[in-house]
Every structure is written in structure tokens, then in C-alpha cells.
């Protein structure tokens, strides 16, 4: 059974950074692509970051500059660097990853990250 498994939320003061992690099992990871979303109160879940498997990236236009996704294959695991967040930045993060010969779609549980003004 494919699991994901996230750390790195928290609370942290606005313009602060945090570096989201989520490691894989149980998938052939070099060949997936990897995305992180998030989730506010009220709101749709939306796309913020996503990484191929050969390593383009693309993101949501209100986190360019600020945030980097990147991955380790080695380690089955894909990454997002925060830096200079706001209070909008708020929200449950989610990490994607997509694998497998259909392209099948698994989540992580979430991780809460808090921004405070």
C-alpha cells in the first residue's frame, strides 16, 4: 500500500520561512510527478507547486518567487521551501504524488501550516 507521509507544518510570524517534506513508500517514485496543495478554511483545494519526474517545476502565481518545490529521488521524497510567507499562505497542505502505469492519484494526510501577522 502506497503511503505518504508529511512533516514540517507549524506556526510561524509572517515573512518566515518553513520546508515542507513528504516521503514516499511503496511507489516507484523516480517516475512519479510530485505536487504539494493546500487547502484554507472556506476555500477549494488548490494546486500551489508541482515537479515532474525530470524535474520541471511550475507554480500558482501567488507563491512565484517565494516558494521552490524540488525532490530527492535517492530519497523518496519531495520538498517545498516556504520563504517570505503571509497570513494567506495559511492553510492544510497536501502532498500528491502521481504514479504507476495509470497515473494513479495519492495523498498525503495534510500538515496545518499557520501564518500569523
Known amino acids: 500500500q502506497v503511503q505518504l507521509v508529511e512533516s514540517g507544518g507549524g506556526l510561524v510570524q509572517a515573512g518566515g520561512s518553513l520546508r515542507l517534506s513528504c516521503v514516499a513508500s511503496r511507489i516507484t517514485f523516480s517516475s512519479s510527478y510530485g505536487a504539494w496543495y493546500r487547502q484554507a478554511p472556506g476555500k477549494q483545494r488548490e494546486l500551489v507547486a508541482s515537479i515532474t519526474d525530470g524535474g520541471s517545476t511550475n507554480y500558482t502565481d501567488s507563491v512565484k518567487g517565494r516558494f521552490t518545490i524540488s525532490r530527492d529521488n535517492a530519497k523518496n521524497t519531495v520538498y517545498l521551501q516556504m520563504n517570505s510567507l503571509k497570513p494567506e499562505d495559511t492553510a492544510v497542505y497536501y502532498c500528491?504524488?502521481?504514479?504507476?502505469?495509470?497515473?494513479?492519484?495519492?495523498w498525503g494526510q495534510g500538515t496545518q501550516v499557520t501564518v500569523s501577522s
Open positions: 500528491n504524488v502521481r504514479a504507476g502505469r495509470y497515473f494513479t492519484d495519492f
